[in-house]
């Protein structure tokens, strides 16, 4: 790992020149406020944090912090899970808060240029006026620029794919303060080495996004959410896999254990059966035929209660409360921690991955709320535990591992979509075996002087 270089007052003057003094801190404000996300891996202080406001500022700083051995950590909304974005050595953090406009709507061929710092919700209130959305719906309201950085999905991407799949073009600017321009505004390309998709996942590592052509699709014109309880979660599973097999295309396919809608029930006042539930969505015009085969397959596999939410205002309602789960997680136990965990496996492995995890976190005698993207093979855990028990920590990591591990020996991977970061570089070891030597070789040789985002993906 290379030797950084602590920031003096003299790096400090030149980012001002470089940008302006209201625009670069050393506040205790700012810097503890960037030294944490949302997941719970412990607090590390950046020395400065940055706002560019152009591609220009961006190759500028780069420039100065490789000549000067000075890591650069790029910053989003703060929302990801595995401490994606903490400045691990220090150096700078680069909010990309104030580039978040939108460059242009090409709506004639399903296409809008963004900056960055442009978070997803901001993104789809402004195309509603075209008809038009981009897809991927993690829960959180994430910044474009960090979507992209971790290949970020969500509940639609049974229907509609992850980010990797509606990106199509993005600049670039690398370690050494060039700037690339990768992928094209086509639909499809065949010339070359796929850089593109290089970048997209790459947690920042490679080069800092500065702008992105995404692809959208149509509003759709109907949706129908239904929900059906099943008494045990061996049913509920095995009927994801059926209507995955049937070939019934829903645009969501979410799996919620008893515990998780208890907690909904409680925290959000919905009225909901306290039993293993898939929440199943259609939409387009032929969305009532799915429905009637979805429903007759969840009858099949014996579902004791199966109900349409009622109307689109009943089915936002379900589906904001299904985004909150981690908020309503913590109002039902303050004080505790919550361990997260990010898998996915083959579909028809997904029933296998669900009871492992039952089983593993009974036998370590722990709570933990399983939910995920069914349809796609994801599974979310959420573990509570006392956040200062040395016990409760060491039996939360030895199921957390045994959980991961186990994902792997299903032809898994260690994480669906919340990225490597810091908490899954050891897993992904095991994961990719030889392949992680040519990420490193082709880190090295991106970044040479390890500058941007050190201390993720790769064990030191």
Same mark, same amino acid.
């Given at each position: 790992?290379?030797? @950084?270089?602590?920031? $003096?007052?003299?790096?400090?003057?030149?980012?001002? !020149?470089?940008?302006?003094?209201?625009?670069?801190?050393? =506040? !205790?404000?700012?810097?503890?406020?960037?030294?944490?996300?949302?997941? &719970?891996?412990?607090?590390?202080?950046?020395?400065?944090?940055?706002?560019?406001?152009? $591609?220009?500022?961006?190759?500028?700083?780069?420039?100065?912090?490789?000549?000067?051995?000075?890591?650069?950590?790029?910053?989003?909304?703060?929302?990801?899970?595995?401490?994606?974005?903490?400045?691990?050595?220090? %150096?700078?953090?680069?909010?990309?808060?104030?580039?978040?406009?939108?460059?242009?709507?090409?709506?004639?061929?399903?296409?809008? +240029?963004?900056?960055?710092?442009?978070?997803?919700?901001?993104?789809?209130?402004?195309?509603?006026?075209?008809?038009?959305?981009?897809?991927?719906?993690?829960? !959180?309201?994430?910044?474009?620029?960090?979507?992209?950085?971790?290949?970020?999905?969500?509940?639609?991407?049974? =229907?509609?794919?992850?980010?990797?799949?509606?990106?199509?073009?993005?600049?670039?600017?690398?370690?050494?303060?060039?700037?690339?321009?990768?992928? *094209?505004?086509?639909?499809?390309?065949?010339?070359?080495? +796929?850089?593109?998709?290089?970048?997209?996942?790459?947690?920042? $590592?490679? %080069?800092?996004?500065?702008?992105?052509?995404?692809?959208?699709?149509?509003?759709?014109?109907? @949706?129908?959410?239904?929900?059906?309880?099943?008494?045990?979660?061996?049913?509920?599973?095995?009927?994801?896999?059926?209507?995955?097999?049937?070939?019934?295309?829903?645009?969501?396919?979410?799996?919620?254990?008893?515990?998780?809608? #208890?907690?909904?029930? /409680?925290?959000?006042?919905?009225?909901?059966?306290?039993?293993?539930?898939?929440?199943?969505? &259609?939409?387009?015009?032929?969305?009532?035929?799915?429905?009637?085969?979805?429903?007759?397959?969840?009858?099949?596999?014996?579902?004791?209660?199966?109900?349409?939410?009622?109307?689109?205002?009943?089915?936002?309602?379900?589906?904001? !409360?299904?985004?909150? *789960?981690?908020?309503?997680?913590?109002?039902?136990?303050?004080? =505790?921690?919550?361990?997260?965990?990010?898998?996915?496996?083959?579909?028809? #492995?997904?029933?296998?991955?669900?009871? @492992?995890?039952?089983?593993?976190?009974?036998?370590?005698? /722990?709570?933990? @709320?399983?939910?995920?993207?069914?349809?796609?093979?994801?599974?979310?855990?959420?573990?509570?535990?006392?956040?200062?028990?040395?016990?409760?920590?060491?039996?939360?990591?030895?199921?957390?591992?045994?959980?991961?591990?186990?994902?792997?020996?299903?032809?898994? *991977?260690?994480?669906?979509?919340?990225?490597?970061?810091?908490?899954?570089?050891?897993?992904?070891?095991?994961?990719? %075996?030889?392949? /992680?030597?040519?990420?490193?070789?082709?880190?090295?040789?991106?970044?040479?002087?390890?500058?941007?985002?050190?201390?993720?993906?790769?064990?030191?």
């Amino acid at each position: 790992m290379p030797t @950084y270089t602590r920031l $003096t007052d003299e790096h400090i003057a030149q980012l001002t !020149a470089m940008l302006d003094p209201e625009r670069v801190s050393v =506040k !205790a404000a700012d810097l503890d406020q960037h030294s944490r996300d949302q997941s &719970f891996h412990e607090a590390h202080l950046p020395e400065a944090v940055i706002w560019p406001e152009s $591609t220009e500022e961006v190759s500028r700083v780069l420039r100065f912090a490789n000549a000067n051995l000075i890591p650069v950590t790029a910053w989003g909304a703060g929302t990801s899970l595995e401490g994606n974005s903490l400045a691990v050595y220090g %150096g700078i953090v680069m909010d990309f808060s104030r580039m978040n406009r939108i460059l242009n709507v090409r709506a004639e061929d399903f296409q809008v +240029d963004v900056q960055p710092g442009l978070t997803r919700l901001e993104l789809n209130k402004a195309l509603q006026r075209y008809g038009l959305f981009f897809t991927p719906e993690p829960g !959180a309201n994430a910044s474009i620029g960090g979507m992209i950085a971790n290949n970020a999905s969500g509940i639609k991407t049974i =229907k509609y794919g992850a980010t990797k799949d509606n990106v199509l073009r993005l600049e670039v600017v690398q370690a050494n303060g060039d700037v690339l321009h990768v992928g *094209t505004r086509a639909r499809k390309d065949s010339s070359g080495y +796929d850089l593109l998709h290089l970048f997209v996942g790459s947690e920042g $590592t490679l %080069g800092l996004v500065t702008e992105a052509t995404l692809k959208l699709e149509p509003l759709p014109a109907n @949706y129908s959410a239904t929900l059906a309880a099943f008494r045990a979660i061996e049913p509920a599973i095995q009927t994801v896999v059926d209507i995955v097999g049937a070939g019934l295309e829903p645009s969501a396919l979410e799996f919620v254990d008893t515990e998780t809608i #208890r907690a909904l029930r /409680l925290d959000k006042g919905l009225d909901l059966v306290e039993a293993p539930t898939l929440i199943v969505e &259609f939409n387009g015009t032929s969305d009532s035929e799915g429905l009637v085969s979805a429903q007759a397959i969840c009858e099949q596999n014996g579902a004791i209660n199966f109900r349409a939410a009622s109307g689109l205002e009943e089915r936002n309602r379900l589906w904001e !409360a299904r985004h909150h *789960t981690y908020e309503s997680l913590l109002r039902q136990h303050p004080g =505790k921690a919550q361990q997260i965990v990010d898998v996915c496996v083959p579909i028809s #492995r997904y029933p296998e991955i669900v009871l @492992y995890a039952n089983d593993v976190l009974t036998e370590h005698g /722990l709570l933990g @709320y399983k939910f995920g993207h069914a349809g796609d093979g994801n599974l979310h855990i959420n573990i509570i535990h006392e956040p200062d028990s040395a016990a409760d920590i060491e039996r939360v990591q030895a199921a957390y591992a045994l959980i991961v591990e186990r994902a792997i020996d299903l032809e898994g *991977t260690a994480t669906g979509e919340h990225g490597v970061g810091i908490g899954k570089r050891k897993f992904i070891v095991r994961q990719h %075996g030889q392949a /992680l030597n040519v990420m490193r070789q082709i880190k090295d040789l991106l970044d040479p002087n390890g500058i941007l985002n050190p201390g993720k993906i790769f064990l030191e």
